[in-house]
Nanobody, 125 residues
Framework: QVQLVESGGGLVQAGGSLRLSCAVSGRPISSYAMGWFRQAPGQEREFVAAISWSGGNTYFADSAKGRFTISRDNAKNTVYLQMNSLKPEDTAVYYC??????????????????WGQGTQVAVSS
């Protein structure tokens, strides 16, 4: 059974930074594309960033480009989302996801098979 556990969320002032981690257990992630999504209250879950199985390709939502970085350490079975220059509109629950079918990253939540429970990010103005 594959389990994903996010950590690193919290409350930060606008302009600050957070680093989210997603630790995966149950299966090596080395052949999985991984993604980060977020969901604000009353809104749909939206794509934030994705990374190919090798880490050689990354993808970002327009809202994240230039501010967020996604990376992975397959040896540690962990994926990271570095978030800089945070804005109040980044406030959401952030979810990590794994895809067993994708090689590159995917931007649709329906392309992912396993999800974590989420970590709350709150950005104050």
């Amino acid at each position: 059974q594959v389990q994903l556990v996010e950590s690193g969320g919290g409350l930060v002032q606008a302009g600050g930074s957070l680093r989210l981690s997603c630790a995966v257990s149950g299966r090596p992630i080395s052949s999985y594309a991984m993604g980060w999504f977020r969901q604000a209250p009353g809104q749909e879950r939206e794509f934030v960033a994705a990374i190919s199985w090798s880490g050689g390709n990354t993808y970002f939502a327009d809202s994240a480009k230039g501010r967020f970085t996604i990376s992975r350490d397959n040896a540690k079975n962990t994926v990271y989302l570095q978030m800089n220059s945070l804005k109040p509109e980044d406030t959401a629950v952030y979810y990590c996801a794994a895809s067993t079918s994708l090689v590159a990253g995917g931007i649709s939540r329906y392309q992912y098979d396993y999800w974590g429970q989420g970590t709350q990010v709150a950005v104050s103005s």
